[in-house]
């Protein structure tokens, strides 16, 4: 609170307070009473009253500080009614009790909202892992039609994963308990999972893919990293140049492990790559061919950020696009 | 011929894995009766064990303790929970191996495979012979009489895919599948390729016309 804050407040009580002085003044002197003796009056009550709105001012001013710093020091700003410290006087516990009253209706809606948040997220849970029983099924079932019936409906069931997939995984990402698990694991094996889960679409659109130097471990949870460079790997199909072909390699820096998916691709123009992270974000690459989501990059970006893997994009319009992720 | 039980609640996705692992040689054993499984695996004695978790009236986690005690099979967890969790859980309950659905059917199998293997349950051919041909898997060479020739893995994969099929044609989207499955992530040229090489050095074993092509069909040894 500056001083001028507090003057303006209380403008109107020291213009009633000057009034009431100068009529007092007038009356003294008209009664009778010495020049001099009411002059003295005035310094007097002008200083008492000057050195009650300074101390008034300094409390005001500690008081709102204090509850600032309250404040700041919350990690969630809504409970701030349930923090504050006892009320001084009948004004402010009444303020108080009017606040509090609008942060429990507000910690009402936020946890009835995560709770629906977790209820739908379980829901979605329960789903995918239902629906991946007559895939399986399925797909055991198809392995009877004659081979080109069976490539076909086994890309078509691949498809139909790589969804639920994602469902799945933006059920995860958004949820705010991750329960991703870090721990020491294998490129080569993560690499492995990723293409065989992506093959039929891999092989139906001629890509070739080349691993190198895979034989590193890092620290990460296996099936979100999967996902990821799943997500990578059905771009570099989808986006695919005339002899598709895409590399994934590993290299040490330091303490941190590069992971790099590079295609040779038609790439991504330099005016959207900022934006390639961005959800539902589908770019002119997308408009001209259909089935983009706009999903896949931000998922990848929401899994890394929350298991601290740094991700990165490079690519060039013609010649191929680089995804990197950077393990710690 | 060795026996799998499989304890699966989906009727679909049972039998069709029963029917699978029969005609991959194996001999498959259904539970359909979800109570007491522990002492129907005793009684089945089975070599390996394929465990959903999700079954009617338990878990697949607290009864993996059970099958632990009642019979020494590996017991490989095929699911469709896929969390990192949910594997760790299944992996320290002492299951060999943890599969998550929908599986591709070739990695089922490697894996299935790889655990009866591992238990000293299976022989795995060393050598596989056709056309007058002895191939030497883990030696990653072939054979014709006294000639020997080192092949590189993509050939060794080629030609081991093409002597598992002797006699029938075996399409080029058959063989880049087979190669997949080993990760070998190859495309179509790079098999052609690969199939030029091999033949070259089949020539050098004195069996030069061995791979033939079918025209539109695939290849045939």
Redesign the interface.
């Known amino acids: 609170m500056t001083i001028t804050e507090f003057l303006s407040d209380r403008l109107r009580r020291f213009v009633l307070w000057a009034v009431f002085a100068a009529v007092t003044a007038a009356f003294l002197l008209l009664t009778g009473t010495q020049s001099g003796i009411v002059l003295l009056l005035g310094i007097v009550w002008a200083l008492v009253v000057i050195g009650v709105q300074t101390a008034d001012f300094l409390r005001c001013r500690l008081r709102l500080r204090e509850l600032e710093s309250i404040m700041e020091g919350l990690d969630r700003k809504y409970l701030f009614s349930e923090c504050v410290p006892r009320a001084r006087n009948a004004y402010e516990r009444r303020l108080l009790e009017l606040f509090c009253r609008a942060g429990r209706a507000m910690i009402g809606a936020v946890s009835d909202a995560q709770a629906a948040q977790r209820e739908y997220r379980e829901y979605v849970e329960r789903w995918?892992?239902?629906i991946?029983?007559?895939?399986?099924?399925a797909?055991?079932?198809c392995?009877s039609a004659d081979?080109e019936m069976r490539?076909k409906l086994t890309q078509e069931?691949s498809q139909i994963?790589a969804h639920v997939e994602r469902a799945?995984f933006y059920a995860r990402a958004e949820s705010a308990e991750k329960?991703?698990?870090v721990?020491r694991a294998s490129l080569a094996e993560i690499a492995?999972e990723a293409?065989?889960?992506h093959?039929s679409l891999?092989?139906q659109n001629?890509?070739?893919?080349?691993?190198e130097n895979l034989e590193q471990t890092v620290h990460t949870?296996?099936?979100?990293t999967a996902f990821m460079l799943g997500q990578l790997l059905q771009n570099a199909a989808r986006y695919r140049s005339g002899?598709?072909v895409v590399t994934l390699s590993a290299r040490q820096l330091g303490a941190q492990v590069l992971l790099a998916v590079h295609d040779n691709g038609i790439g991504i123009p330099a005016h959207e790559l900022p934006r390639v992270f961005d959800r539902g974000f589908t770019g002119s690459n997308g408009h001209g061919r259909g089935g983009s989501t706009g999903m896949g990059l931000y998922l990848c970006r929401r899994l890394a950020d929350c298991m601290a893997v740094g991700l990165q994009i490079d690519s060039e319009e013609g010649k191929g696009t680089t995804v990197t992720l950077i393990f710690h | 011929m060795q026996k799998i039980m499989i304890i699966e609640d989906d009727p679909a996705t049972r039998e069709e894995l029963a029917l699978l692992l029969e005609n991959e040689g194996y001999f498959p054993y259904t539970v359909t009766a979800f109570t007491d499984i522990p002492a129907q695996a005793a009684r089945a004695c089975p070599d390996l064990i394929l465990l959903d978790i999700g079954l009617p009236g338990c878990d697949g986690f607290s009864l993996c303790a059970g099958l632990r005690r009642a019979v020494s099979a590996p017991v490989i967890f095929v699911t469709s929970r896929d969390s990192g969790l949910d594997e760790i859980r299944a992996l320290s309950l002492g299951g060999d191996d943890y599969i998550t659905k929908p599986y591709n059917i070739p990695v089922l199998l490697a894996r299935v495979k790889a655990v009866l293997r591992r238990s000293g349950r299976a022989a795995e051919p060393e050598v596989i012979e056709a056309g007058g041909l002895s191939l030497h898997l883990a030696k990653g060479c072939v054979s014709a009489g006294e000639k020997t020739a080192a092949l590189t893995r993509n050939e060794l994969q080629i030609l081991a895919c093409l002597m598992g099929h002797a006699g029938e044609i075996v399409s080029r989207a058959d063989l880049i599948e087979a190669l997949w499955d080993n990760q070998i992530y190859i495309d179509d040229n790079t098999l052609s390729v690969n199939v030029t090489r091999l033949r070259g050095k089949l020539a050098g074993l004195g069996q030069p016309d061995l791979i033939k092509t079918r025209r539109g069909m695939g290849y045939q040894l």
């Open positions: 995918v892992h239902e991946k029983t007559p895939i399986t099924a797909g055991l079932i392995r081979s490539r069931l994963e799945l329960d991703f698990v721990c492995a293409v065989g889960r093959r891999l092989i001629g890509v070739r893919v080349e691993t949870d296996k099936k979100w002899s598709p």
